[in-house]
């Protein structure tokens, strides 16, 4: 299974500030996001981002399948669309994989992000980085031990200050 990381991220490498707030996040970003979510058709948050997004109205996201990754017991309203889970990342995959999905699309926060890449399991990083930085916030990776190189695959500029970065894990 081909796993995926896909955030927008500040030049400091922060995905939003300490209460959450991710308003800097431009709209062609938010449209690739989307398209990227509809392709691999599942997305996989953190209750943190699943939170937020609830809060945002974007809960969940169409057109796939919404794995929220949690120890709390949430109540599932919903249906069939969203799962919620206390499982490890590599059962998430595997689950998915029994599903008949042959890639997964992770999308925060730092914490899921941060479990998925210490568990050897993400194999492309797409970021796209907009022009801002501030000086607290919410790491693209919550600290964790772990280490990996990646390649760069694509550039894009998305605007005169935003660019899309396209990485491969290299394993």
């Known amino acids: 299974m081909k796993v995926v990381i896909y955030m927008a991220v500040t030049a400091n490498g922060?995905?939003?500030?300490?209460?959450?707030?991710?308003s800097f996040v431009s709209n062609k970003s938010w449209e690739r996001f989307g398209?990227?979510?509809?392709s691999i058709g599942n997305i996989i948050v953190g209750r943190r981002t699943y939170e937020v997004s609830l809060?945002?109205?974007t809960f969940p996201y169409p057109?796939?399948?919404n794995v929220v990754m949690t120890s709390k017991q949430i109540k599932n309203k919903w249906g069939n669309n969203v799962i919620f889970t206390k499982d490890s990342p590599r059962k998430v995959l595997q689950f998915l994989a029994?599903?008949?999905?042959?890639?997964?699309?992770?999308?925060?926060?730092?914490?899921?992000?941060?479990g998925f890449m210490k568990g050897n399991l993400v194999d492309e990083i797409y970021l796209d980085v907009e022009p801002i930085v501030f000086g607290r916030g919410i790491k693209l990776f919550a600290d964790e031990d772990f280490e990996?190189?990646?390649?760069?695959?694509?550039?894009?500029?998305?605007?005169?200050?935003?660019?899309h970065l396209h990485y491969k894990v290299l394993k």
Do not use: W
Not at 35 to 38: A, E, L, V
Not at 101 to 113: E, R, S, W, Y
């Open 98 to 114: 029994e599903r008949g999905f042959d890639k997964a699309f992770v999308a925060g926060g730092g914490t899921l992000n941060a």
């Open 148 to 163: 990996v190189k990646l390649k760069l695959l694509e550039l894009i500029r998305l605007s005169d200050n935003e660019l």
């Open 35 to 38: 398209k990227m979510t509809k």
């Open 55 to 57: 809060t945002d109205g």
């Open 63 to 65: 057109n796939c399948l």
């Open 14 to 22: 922060l995905i939003a500030k300490e209460d959450d707030d991710a």
